[in-house]
């Protein structure tokens, strides 16, 4: 069983920032691509950030590009998400999930989520 969970959310101000962890457990399990996603009330998830296990080449929705930094850390298994400048809009529930092979259609793997309310 593969388990991905989040930690880091919280309650901030506008202006402020919060780092998202992802840490992956459980059993063996190939990891070509880890992502962020968020989905607010009342609206779809939407992709965040991604980076590329291996590599570590990096992609960010617009919405958050020079605002969020994503990262991975190979000794603790865990991807973060260092977010500053933050709005009121990324108020959502953060997911981190795993895209296990570059074929992969869909990410595989995803974690509970971790709230993030950001206030005006």
């Known amino acids: 069983q593969v388990q991905l969970v989040e930690s880091g959310g919280g309650l901030v101000q506008a202006g402020g920032s919060l780092r998202l962890s992802c840490a992956a457990s459980g059993r063996t399990f190939s990891r070509y691509l880890m992502g962020w996603f968020r989905q607010a009330p009342g609206k779809e998830r939407e992709f965040v950030s991604a980076?590329?296990?291996?590599?570590?080449?990096?992609s960010y929705a617009d919405s958050v590009k020079g605002r969020f930094t994503i990262s991975r850390d190979y000794a603790k298994n865990t991807m973060y998400l260092q977010m500053n400048s933050l709005e009121p809009e990324d108020t959502a529930v953060y997911y981190c999930?795993?895209?296990?092979?570059?074929?992969?259609?869909?990410?595989?793997?995803w974690g509970q989520g971790t709230q993030v309310t950001v206030s005006s």
């Open positions: 980076i590329q296990w291996i590599t570590g080449s990096t």
């Open positions: 999930a795993v895209k296990s092979t570059s074929w992969s259609t869909e990410y595989d793997y």
